[in-house]
């Protein structure tokens, strides 16, 4: 069974009212939606906002539903330059911008992981990069339609890192100081490399979508409240579903 997350029911919303649920399943105090999409087994859930409640989400994903891999899709904070509101960008690479055991482990380090960046499964990843761009070029009449409203013309795919804390990140001197310090970073958001670190543990494959709701800067939370209510949801769904659609 297929696992598709995300944090906030906007996120999900279009994705979900495509499937009819089959089983409603209650863990953790979170709703586990089973049913098909595209012909495959699938099981949608919502994580809730941040790197503990997404932890949470995917062990009881890999532990008592046995997902055989989890597809992360949801908004994020622009930072790398050239990613702008309404771009895509598949992650490469996760980290958790906000862990520092330094001087006992180099910063961002994962004590007993030996390593700071998780890599998502370039399968997936590059199944759900391909779906971006098709779908970014010729958007859906609804989606095309929640772009021109928010006055995006030309949105683009990117892949690379994407780095995660328990922080939304909204002002102009926090994202340039994200910037300073990881400067290959390309967004920021607040779940995927939680996700990435316990998929490991798991040993699961995984891969992590994010539509640009914001530039992590002092707009952030206009944007981002915008974004949500009129893109998000659509460019998740028709992303998704393509991905599916092409193995
Ligand atoms: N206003 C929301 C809270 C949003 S937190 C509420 O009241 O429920 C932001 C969510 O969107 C997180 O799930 C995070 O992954 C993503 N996100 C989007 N832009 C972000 C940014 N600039 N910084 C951090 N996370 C961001």
Do not use: Y
């Not at 391909?130 to 609804?142: C, G, I, K, N, S």
């Amino acid at each position: 069974m297929l696992a598709i997350v995300s944090a906030m029911p906007p996120e999900l919303a279009a994705l979900k009212a495509l499937m009819p649920t089959d089983q409603i399943t209650t863990v953790a105090g979170r709703r586990f939606h089973q049913g098909q999409l595209a012909g495959q087994d699938v099981v949608l859930a919502l994580t809730g906002i941040g790197k503990v409640a997404a932890a949470a989400t995917a062990a009881v994903l890999c532990q008592h539903f046995q997902a055989c891999a989890l597809l992360f899709t949801g908004v994020a904070g622009g930072l790398g330059e050239g990613v702008t509101v309404g771009d895509v960008v598949v992650a490469d690479a996760l980290l958790q911008h906000d862990l520092d055991v330094s001087p006992l482990f180099p910063r961002w380090v994962v004590p007993g992981k030996g390593k700071d960046r998780f890599a998502p499964n370039p399968h997936w990843s590059e199944r759900l990069r391909r779906a971006a761009h098709a779908v970014l070029a010729q958007p859906e009449p609804e989606l095309a339609q929640g772009l021109a409203a928010f006055g995006l013309h030309a949105p683009r795919c990117h892949q690379g890192l994407i780095i995660s804390g328990d922080r939304f990140v909204s002002t102009t001197a926090e994202s340039q100081a994200l910037r300073n310090l990881l400067p290959d970073a390309l967004a920021v958001e607040m779940e995927g490399a939680a996700v990435a670190q316990v998929c490991a543990d798991f040993d699961r494959p995984f891969a992590v979508l994010r539509t640009v709701s914001d530039r992590a800067d002092d707009q952030a939370h206009v944007d981002f409240e915008r974004f949500l209510a009129e893109v998000a949801a659509e460019m998740a769904r028709d992303i998704v579903l393509k991905a599916l659609l092409n193995p």
